[in-house]
């Protein structure tokens, strides 16, 4: 699945990414017309826009050569994917503070990079921190997609210590 959606945000086609690009245009037809259609619009010189509308860099000069079109497209591909991403990560942060101060949780976020997030919470909070988490997840989701069938699950694993598994 990783390799799958590696290779859609970066337009791999080669060798087995090729196989699961045609599973993920089978399943996910519209997700994948809108990536195509950034990388389309980024060869182009045109600009992309997030789900929320940041919007990509502006094309240079010599980006018009092919191969520099064709860079320009992994690029505009990717910016979707990651900018909305990001976007997602945001609200999730901000639902998952407001349940935590609304609930009077002595959790806190204390880390944040790409998909994880960190809470110290004393032992006795650590199951409603990971529940709070769970649920800001979907609340993200629902307050950036509306109802979809999309799920976006967290894996939460309570540990002692963050360098211990």
Do not use: I
Not at 110 to 138: M, S, Y
Request: charged share 20%; proline share 6%; glycine share 8%.
């Amino acid at each position: 699945a990783k390799l799958a959606l590696l290779s859609a945000m970066y337009g791999a086609s080669s060798g087995g990414a090729g196989q699961l690009l045609g599973v993920l245009r089978r399943r996910f037809p519209a997700a994948m017309a809108y990536v195509d259609g950034a990388a389309r619009a980024g060869e182009e010189g045109r600009l992309v826009h997030s789900h929320l509308g940041r919007t990509c860099p502006p094309a240079r000069p010599g980006h018009e050569q092919p191969a520099m079109a064709r860079a320009r497209g992994r690029f505009t591909r990717n910016f979707v994917v990651q900018a909305t991403a990001a976007e997602w990560a945001n609200v999730l942060l901000a639902e998952l503070r407001l349940a935590l101060r609304a609930s009077g949780s002595p959790a806190r976020p204390v880390f944040f990079q790409h998909d994880e997030v960190l809470l110290h919470a004393p032992v006795e909070a650590a199951e409603q921190a990971a529940a709070a988490v769970r649920d800001a997840a979907r609340t993200a989701g629902r307050r950036l997609f509306g109802d979809s069938p999309v799920r976006f699950p967290m894996q939460v694993r309570v540990v002692e210590a963050y360098d211990r598994r």
